[in-house]
């Protein structure tokens, strides 16, 4: 499989280019206290402190930000440029560092673990972006990047997870409207869509042993029917090479 494809490439570069320069301006870009802050306490038990953390797919740099208050090695990595220039401009000069990395590239991935070594990777709902067939060469990148030594923390949205599309303007359809996800559906992304098991059939696949797993709710920017945010279903995984200790 090729690196990340043209298309979907510049579907992403298109998207956080066009993004207002804003917090929580992106659909999944839910504030820390709603999202890694909530699981710090089983990160923190899988990461320590030994090995860097790798932010994968950070985005404007949201979560990244909260990470590097709490471990002391934190870099955020994602495959556009126009998202590492929001990610940049947001933390400042003291902020942690940020770099492209397309997971989809053995000989790029390879390259940064040879220049890092064994990392811990924190990743949220950025497999079920990825086109179908790029997704083993993703989580193939995964495995590389943890090595035997890291683990991984993932958030996936679930396969039933699938918000309704905003109605055409001026249609009266009672559902409940998404202009977030409307932006990103006009850039030709898509929101999941995947089997039950095919998360963890893909982790298996690439050799990594499942530690734990649960289902939790993935807290979105868009407003809710009542005006607290709405909600969605996501699969959780903290997973290891079957020889890491710990």
């Known amino acids: 499989m ?5 298309p979907s490439g510049e579907a992403w570069e ?3 280019a066009d993004l207002p320069d804003a917090p929580q301006e992106a659909v999944w870009d839910a504030v820390p206290e709603l999202a890694t802050a909530v699981d710090l306490p089983l990160i923190e038990r899988y990461f320590g402190n030994d090995l860097p953390v790798l932010d994968v797919g950070c985005g404007n740099g949201t979560q990244t930000r909260f990470l590097a208050g709490r471990f002391p090695r934190v870099i955020g ?3 556009s440029e126009a998202a590492l220039r929001l990610a940049r401009r947001a933390s400042g000069e003291q902020g942690p560092h940020y770099e492209r990395l397309d997971l989809c590239d053995p000989a790029a991935v390879a390259a940064l673990h040879e220049r890092i070594g064994d990392a811990n990777v924190h990743m949220r709902v950025v497999i079920h972006q990825m086109p ?5 060469d993703a989580v193939a990148g995964l495995r590389t990047l943890v090595g035997e030594r890291g683990h991984l923390f993932a958030v996936e949205l679930a396969p039933e997870a699938k918000p309704r599309e905003p109605s055409a303007p001026g249609r009266d359809s009672g559902d409940l409207t998404l202009p977030k996800l409307g932006r ?6 898509r929101p999941a869509s995947w089997s039950e098991g095919a998360f963890d059939g893909l982790l298996a696949e690439a050799g990594f042993e499942v530690l734990e797993s649960w289902r939790a709710p993935l807290y979105t920017t868009e407003p809710g029917p009542r005006g607290d ?8 995984r903290v997973a290891r090479s079957p020889g890491t200790a710990g």
């Open 132 to 136: 179908e067939p790029m997704r083993p």
């Open 2 to 6: 090729e690196p990340m494809t043209k």
């Open 77 to 79: 990595v994602d495959f």
């Open 229 to 236: 945010a709405l909600r969605l279903p996501a699969d959780c």
């Open 14 to 16: 298109s998207y956080w």
């Open 184 to 189: 990103a559906l006009r850039h030709g992304l």
